[in-house]
């Protein structure tokens, strides 16, 4: 049974940093290509990250230079660094794997920027 399992939201002030965390179960993990989404209020599910079954990245360029996608095979888990953070980075963020041809999406972490 794949499970992600999304960690890290919190409110921020403008201009700083939190990071999050994905744990991911139930797939061969360092072969698989992973995403970061996220949702703002009344918007439509965006793409924010990527990385490779070969650890190669891209990123929106609503987050470029401020976000890192990362993963950690030892814990199984990918990680999304936001810097600098705005008000629009206020989301409810996701984390996406696709393995065997089968999409599988976490339940989702609030991030909220706001002074």
């Not at 490779?52 to 996608?69: E, M, P, Q």
Request: some cysteine; proline content about 2%; charged content about 15%.
């Amino acid at each position: 049974q794949v499970q992600l399992v999304e960690s890290g939201g919190a409110l921020v002030q403008p201009g700083g940093s939190l990071r999050l965390s994905c744990a991911v179960s139930g797939i061969i993990f360092s072969l698989s290509g992973m995403a970061w989404y996220r949702q703002g209020p009344g918007r439509q599910r965006e793409w924010v990250a990527s990385i490779s079954h070969t650890r190669n990245t891209l990123y929106a360029d609503s987050v470029k230079g401020r976000a890192t996608i990362s993963t950690d095979n030892t814990k199984n888990t990918v990680y999304l660094q936001m810097n600098s953070l705005k008000s629009e980075d206020t989301a409810v963020y996701y984390c996406k794997v696709v393995f065997n041809g089968n999409t599988y999406w976490g339940q989702g972490t609030q991030v909220t920027v706001s002074s």
